[in-house]
């Protein structure tokens, strides 16, 4: 995953680090005490942190050194260890050694998403617990207008259902960040009243995210229970699988 995906806390709007946390507390309050849990694409290392409070030892695989390095600096504690291994290939990770497995904004970086998946399955213990986020490419590429680059293979909400469910047991599906039209015509408005950008003045940074945050505050925390057949309405989709 490229180094400008991923986030390090401090760094970024603080609508951008609330959606991660956010997804990372969820994850965490679903994790039963003691037990032992993946981090598939950890990042900078907060989300372990966030695991590491209730689980017994977390493991959290990275492809970048950077990342792994910051990680260590600021969120190791006893029972984290951060390993540095490419998703794409075999984890080196006994079969069923893993209690639950966490993977967020990791699923769009990867071709062989199906490989990923069966890898997880592999080190996942019989009835154990997978919790996956994907971005719903019908809306933060079709409403968005944008198409992220460092995405290679984004999925539409009934893409993202059906590929988790040849997997595993899908038992809830959250959506998190709803689109509505009109909250985000009132960021519009707000930012047009700020003048172009490049050409009389440009936003602040601060202010931009304080301006930003202040719209979608009242959504951008929350994670809400979907159904897998209803059209999407959400930024992000997150699963909590069982493996079968």
Same mark, same amino acid.
């Given at each position: #995953? ?12 603080? !609508? ?14 679903? *994790?039963? %005490?003691? %037990? #032992? ?11 372990? @942190? ?11 695989? =990275?492809?970048?050194?950077? @990342? ?12 984290? /260890?951060?390993?540095? @291994? =490419? ?12 209690? $639950?497995?966490?993977? +967020? ?10 490989? #990923? ?13 997978? !919790? ?7 809306? *933060? ?7 992220? /680059? ?11 259902? =059906?590929? !988790? ?14 689109? /509505? ?15 172009? +950008? ?11 995210? $304080?301006? !930003? ?24 989709? *997150? ?6």
């Amino acid at each position: #995953m490229p180094a400008t995906e991923r986030l390090y806390l401090g760094t970024g709007l603080h !609508i951008q680090e609330e959606l991660h946390l956010g997804r990372y507390r969820f994850a965490s309050s679903r *994790i039963e %005490t003691g %037990t #032992m849990v993946l981090d598939a694409a950890c990042g900078s290392g907060y989300g372990s @942190a966030i695991l590491a409070q209730h689980a017994r030892h977390v493991v959290g695989v =990275d492809v970048s050194a950077d @990342a792994l390095a910051h990680a260590r600096a600021h969120y190791q504690v006893p029972n984290i /260890e951060f390993i540095q @291994a =490419d998703l794409s290939r075999p984890l080196a990770l006994p079969d069923r050694s893993c209690d $639950a497995v966490v993977s +967020f904004e990791t699923i769009e970086h990867v071709r062989d998403q199906h490989a #990923m998946l069966a890898e997880f399955h592999r080190v996942l213990a019989p009835g154990g617990t997978l !919790i996956v986020s994907s971005p719903d490419r019908d809306i *933060i590429s079709g409403k968005a207008h944008e198409v992220n /680059e460092f995405h290679v293979a984004e999925l539409s909400k009934p893409e993202f259902v =059906d590929l !988790i469910g040849r997997h595993f047991q899908i038992v809830e599906l959250y959506g998190q960040m709803r689109y /509505e039209l009109s909250t985000w015509k009132t960021a519009a408005r707000q930012l047009a009243r700020q003048g172009p +950008f490049g050409l009389r003045r440009r936003v602040r940074s601060w202010r931009l995210g $304080a301006l !930003i945050d202040g719209v979608l505050a009242p959504s951008h925390r929350l994670l809400e229970a979907v159904s897998p057949t209803s059209p999407g309405e959400h930024w992000w989709l *997150i699963a909590v699988a069982t493996k079968r």
